[in-house]
């Protein structure tokens, strides 16, 4: 098993501050991944494609590996603009990842319009779409070794009875699990799913 955080702070090492957590502070107590970019963080707390990128710069300069999010939301989906909202945040945030650090770097799909309760989740074949567009973006506009090392991961309504779906997906390497996570029979059901539908593309 391993730890990981869902926001790290962005301000540089030496600038105290009481009540945030530092990517530092992060790897000090034995976490190794941490979230950045969510949804609610963009768009509720107000959080620019900027920021992530400079945090993302920093927690992986402090060894942790990053899970980025990127997702858009109802409007742009509507107005068939998602694949630009997506390449502009996954754009920005990749040039906070060093050339060598792509191992360590997920990105996780979230399509804001598909999360929450009573949300219909993306359909598997749409969500294969966007994710061969976001592997073809990063091999463009980083390089093959990069598109191939980072991690594409789906999050939107993922449950026990459509992981299969998205499993199966070619360009779908993992999930990142939401309010069925919060139940370990429903998460064990998902994983194993998800393993041996990865076992089986092997």
Known sequence: M?????????????????????????????????????????????????????????????????NITIGEK????SAGEELKVL????????????ADAWGRVAVAYEPVWAVGEGATPCQPEEAQRVHAALRAFLESQVGPEAAKECRFLYTGS???????????????????????????AKLASICSTLKAAK???S
Request: with cysteine; glycine share 14%; aromatic share 4%.
């Open 2 to 66: 391993r730890v990981g955080s869902q926001n790290a702070w962005d301000a540089g090492e030496g600038f105290a501050c009481t009540g945030v957590v530092t990517a530092k502070m992060l790897k000090g107590i034995g976490c190794e991944w941490v979230l950045l970019g969510h949804s609610d963080r963009r768009n509720v707390l107000g959080e620019t494609d900027g920021l992530i990128s400079t945090k993302v710069r920093q927690c992986l300069e402090s060894g942790l590996s990053v």
């Open 87 to 98: 390449e502009a945040q996954l754009g920005e945030a990749a040039k906070g990842v060093p």
């Open 74 to 77: 109802a409007e742009a989906r």
């Open 199 to 201: 076992d089986q593309g």
């Open 158 to 184: 993922v449950n026990e009875k459509n992981a299969q779906d998205y499993a199966s997906l070619p360009d779908v390497d993992g999930f990142v699990v939401g309010r069925a996570g919060l139940d370990c």
